[in-house]
């Protein structure tokens, strides 16, 4: 039974952190590869660990879709911003949607969110879980 409860507790607590400075986000055109527009496909599309050439971190992801020569693009990746000129706190405070139009451009800050939908657990969430789990056993 202690042994039960120490593996629950390991197991939690290793939700909560991430092994890589940095973040991992999905790399494609969707004029280039079909699966990386929107319905999205994230089994048949590259994820790549962002670190902007191995000199700078970086901490967003983004997704862009535009309109053009009559059709809509999605342009997935790395955001191109560097800890030098937007520190870490200033690219997570950017995360959101933006739209102009009918185009949009998308900055989001966990792994592989730039994506479809997010099944993101944050603390509270964890903490909920691991109250339940001890309550049980």
Avoid at 35 to 50: A, H, L, T
Avoid at 77 to 106: E, I, L, R
């Amino acid at each position: 039974m202690a042994s039960l409860s120490a593996l629950l507790s390991v197991l939690t607590i290793s939700l909560l952190f991430r092994l890589g400075d940095g973040i991992r986000c999905y790399v494609c055109r969707s004029d280039e590869l079909p699966d990386c527009g929107d319905p999205f496909n994230p089994g048949r599309v590259p994820s790549s660990e962002c670190d902007n050439f191995f000199t700078q971190q970086t901490f967003t992801c983004f997704k862009a879709t535009q309109y053009a020569a009559g059709q809509y693009v999605t342009v997935r990746g790395c955001a191109p911003f560097t800890t030098d000129v937007f520190p870490g706190g200033m690219q997570k405070g950017m995360v959101g949607s933006y739209w102009k139009g009918v185009n949009v451009m998308s900055l989001c800050d966990f792994p592989n969110c730039n994506g479809a939908v997010s099944n993101k657990v944050g603390w509270l969430g964890c903490f909920v879980l691991t109250v339940a789990l001890f309550r049980l056993f």
